[in-house]
């Protein structure tokens, strides 16, 4: 799962959120940081409220993951992914074909959440503009067995960029994709994958249900009918 859909549900509560989202913030932030469950586990109780929180989201995010790359869409998807990009990049041997047909799945899974409801996207930057990126470093600080020193400034760039609002554009997520292939060391991907897209949107819309568990599914259909109900 990406940023949106491990959190959209918890806006109401900020640090709890951010959590949710500690783990991928590392891998780009401060890589060779890790916040495992067992060690967040440990810090879920009688500690500070902030750092409790924190330790609650990083366990709901890895318990979240597991469930999802298990599910039978996300395997589906991410092969045909896969396969479609290698055959659009023939040249292609190498490891990225299967590790967009990865994140692929994930970056459009947010975006058809936020094309459901675009006020879920609203709430959580609104939500993370409560956090303070020192109290969920020093956080994560306490979970983890190296020191982040980058997070705090991360989140607040994070917060800025609001880069999850490109999700739902195809040559808006080229560009995020590109800047995922140069982080990773992957090579760019040409202007002409922008046209992969919409059928791969169409996909993961079709499976949206599929590739959520049941409380989500739920909390998704509370959801949709509260903005039905805000219409009328």
Not at 31 to 53: F, I, L
Not at 133 to 141: F, K, Y
């Amino acid at each position: 799962m990406n940023y949106l859909a491990h959190g959209w549900r918890f806006t109401h509560d900020p640090y709890f959120l951010a959590g949710t989202a500690v783990p991928d913030w590392l891998c780009v932030a401060d890589r060779g940081v890790r916040v495992r469950s067992k060690r967040a586990a440990e810090w879920t109780d009688g500690c500070d409220a902030e750092t409790a929180a924190v330790a609650r989201g990083i366990c709901r995010h890895h318990a979240d993951d597991r469930w999802f790359h298990q599910t039978r869409a996300f395997a589906e998807l991410s092969l045909g992914f896969s396969r479609r990009t290698h055959d659009a990049l023939p040249a292609d041997e190498g490891f990225r074909p299967w590790f967009l047909g990865h994140i692929l799945v994930e970056l459009l899974l947010d975006a058809a959440l936020i094309e459901q409801r675009p006020e879920r996207l609203t709430a959580y930057y609104a939500a993370l503009a409560e956090v303070d990126g020192a109290v969920v470093e020093a956080a994560v600080n306490r979970i983890a067995l190296q020191p982040a020193q980058r997070l705090s400034n991360f989140i607040s760039l994070f917060c800025r960029a609001r880069f999850l609002y490109d999700y739902t554009d195809d040559g808006k997520l080229l560009v995020r994709l590109n800047q995922v292939m140069q982080r990773v060391r992957l090579p760019a991907l040409p202007a002409s994958f922008v046209e992969l897209l919409p059928a791969m949107r169409d996909e993961v819309r079709n499976r949206q249900i599929e590739l959520l568990d049941a409380e989500q599914v739920a909390a998704g259909v509370k959801d949709l009918n509260r903005g039905v109900a805000e219409t009328q």
